[in-house]
């Protein structure tokens, strides 16, 4: 149930952002803003909450050195996929190029669909993953931060998808219909990774998850950092605000792991 609680949201979250390309782009600054402030947040789940559960599941006296191999392969594997599909842009706005950002050429809309699309695979399997191994500890809801970090960057995402339609002259219908097969993926692969690793025996089902997550942090980790880098060398206006945004997020992050420590823990942090 809560589950499909999570999912429903991503899902109606998804849908919403990509219909704001319907009612007109965000400005520019607005944007970036915006990202910085997902991608400081994204960055401390992937270290406060992902990176601990890994470690604490995956066997061994090499676990560390296997969980770093895993975050490292996520994000090779993100960096490839940013560079033969170019998807992940946001900024639509007017002005956006005349801040640098050129509009993504790489394959085109088929390219960034397939793109963003195993994107929201990852996000789907790190959330079913969260939830359960959140099931069998106390404190808050199981795979909190997982979950609101999707529905924080989600919107972006589907944003994009939507955009670049819009951008290309594609009919509404077709982006409506793009815009809500979307929404769907990351939910149904949050039910495949949670099942799935239902279906593994006792033994294999901890450190199977454990490498799921180790993965899922490098992904998360490429998905801030490629929001955050370029606007280090070509946003060199309002950084005081873009940094203030990327240390809210990365904040809000912190205080949600205290908070499910100190309740896991029965109110006292070791």
């Given at each position: 149930m809560l589950l499909a609680a999570y999912s429903g949201a991503v899902f109606a979250i998804s849908v919403a952002g990509g219909q704001l390309s319907e009612r007109g782009a965000m400005t520019h600054t607005r944007t970036q803003l915006v990202m910085s402030l997902v991608a400081g947040f994204i960055l401390g789940v992937a270290l406060f909450h992902l990176l601990p559960?890994?470690?604490?599941?995956?066997?061994?006296?090499?676990?560390?050195?296997?969980?770093?191999?895993l975050v490292v392969a996520g994000m090779?594997?993100?960096?490839?996929?940013?560079?033969?599909?170019?998807?992940?842009?946001?900024?639509?706005?007017e002005d956006a190029e005349v801040h640098g950002h050129a509009r993504p050429q790489g394959r085109g809309l088929a390219g960034i669909a397939l793109g963003l699309g195993l994107h929201a695979v990852t996000e789907g399997i790190a959330l079913g993953a969260s939830v359960r191994i959140g099931l069998t500890e106390g404190g808050m809801l199981p795979g909190l931060g997982v979950c609101l970090a999707i529905l924080l960057h989600k919107p972006l995402d589907a944003f994009s998808i939507t955009g670049m339609m819009k951008h290309e002259g594609k009919a509404r219908g077709a982006r409506l219909a793009a815009n809500v097969g979307y929404a769907l993926i990351c939910p149904l692969a949050a039910a495949a990774s949670y099942f799935g690793a239902g279906l593994l025996d006792a033994v294999s089902e901890g450190p199977a998850l454990g490498y799921g997550l180790a993965f899922a942090v490098g992904v998360f980790l490429c998905i801030s950092l490629s929001d955050l880098l370029p606007e280090v060398h070509f946003h060199r206006?309002?950084?005081?605000?873009?940094?203030?945004?990327?240390?809210?997020?990365?904040?809000?992050?912190?205080?949600?792991?205290?908070?499910?420590?100190?309740?896991?823990?029965?109110?006292?942090?070791?």
């Open positions: 559960h890994s470690l604490e599941r995956i066997p061994g006296p090499g676990a560390v050195n296997a969980a770093m191999l090779i594997a993100m960096v490839v996929l940013l560079r033969v599909f170019h998807f992940h842009q946001h900024d639509f706005s206006h309002d950084r005081g605000k873009l940094v203030l945004a990327l240390l809210v997020g990365v904040a809000l992050a912190y205080t949600l792991y205290f908070v499910e420590a100190m309740a896991a823990q029965g109110g006292q942090i070791h």
